[in-house]
């Protein structure tokens, strides 16, 4: 049996790293690479094909799997699952940048997940946020104000996106942006989906100070959309050397959680 495959409830991080290979290889690939490139058996990767096509991520092929949306994200409880002790620290981090009394947004993000549940000890915050996750953890405690943007929902994470939730976010003027991101490089930081970007922009200009948050993970990583730059981002990780240098010729502030290093 090859290293990893023993014991329950690791499928879910098989099928995170299936997707990202299949993300990195443009769309689709071979199970006998995926089994090399993830050092498992074939049947190993069947199986985890078998569950991600069953969840509507990919599509099987003889021998092969497609990818069925390459600008698609995963669903939110799947996501919380990945890196769940670095999103926790950074949590922990950003909400120490928190005073009770702020007034902020926060995004669909799974690590904003994280944080709106380490502010729950906060009180008389005022929260402007797009995801009935956030809204459902800060709501109706100690004195909060929380209001949630209209519109339709998205599927796979409850976040409200669309002209209506622009349009409403828009009234509003907060302290800090809390935002979430799929990818960063040293050209910028970029996001799968396009409405998801706007919505992503107008939040930024709504705040006095923006904080993009994300895990080791996402260094290295390269998405379709750039967003606008942010004033602070909070990782887990000493980020590689290409992108502290695109930090630092953009004047952003660099917070790494738990180690007190700052730039």
């Known amino acids: 049996m090859a290293s990893g495959e023993r014991g329950g409830g690791y499928s879910n991080h098989r099928e995170r790293e299936i997707l990202e290979e299949l993300r990195l290889s443009g769309g689709s690939s071979r199970v006998q690479f995926l089994a090399e490139r993830l050092n498992v058996s074939e049947e190993t990767i069947r199986r985890n094909i078998r ?11 003889h021998g092969g799997v497609h990818l069925k949306d390459l600008s698609s994200e995963q669903p939110l409880h799947f996501r919380m699952n990945e890196n769940a ?5 950074i949590a922990a981090e950003v909400s120490n940048l928190i005073q009770n009394g702020d007034t902020l947004f926060l995004d669909i993000g799974s690590t904003t997940a ?8 906060h009180q008389n915050l005022f929260v402007v946020t797009n995801s009935i996750s956030v809204a459902h953890t800060l709501a109706t405690r100690n004195g909060n104000r929380v209001f949630l943007a209209g519109g339709p929902l998205r599927p796979h994470d409850g976040g409200a996106f669309g002209n209506e939730a622009v349009s409403f976010i828009r009234r509003f003027n907060v302290k800090h942006a809390i935002l979430s991101i799929a990818a960063i490089n040293e050209r910028g930081f ?7 970007a706007d919505f992503s922009r107008e939040a930024a200009r709504i705040a006095e100070n923006r904080i993009i948050v994300a895990d080791g993970e996402k260094f290295g990583r390269s998405a379709p959309i750039i967003v606008d730059m942010p004033d602070m981002l909070v990782t887990d990780v000493t980020p590689p050397e290409d992108v502290r ?7 952003i502030a660099l917070v790494v959680a738990g180690s007190r290093e700052q730039a």
């Open 51 to 61: 569950v991600l096509e069953e969840s509507g991520h990919v599509t099987k092929v």
């Open 245 to 251: 240098a695109m930090l630092e010729a953009n004047g």
């Open 114 to 121: 994280f944080i709106a549940v380490a502010l729950q000890k």
């Open 190 to 196: 970029m996001l799968q989906d396009m409405e998801e």
């Open 85 to 89: 002790e670095a999103k926790r620290v």
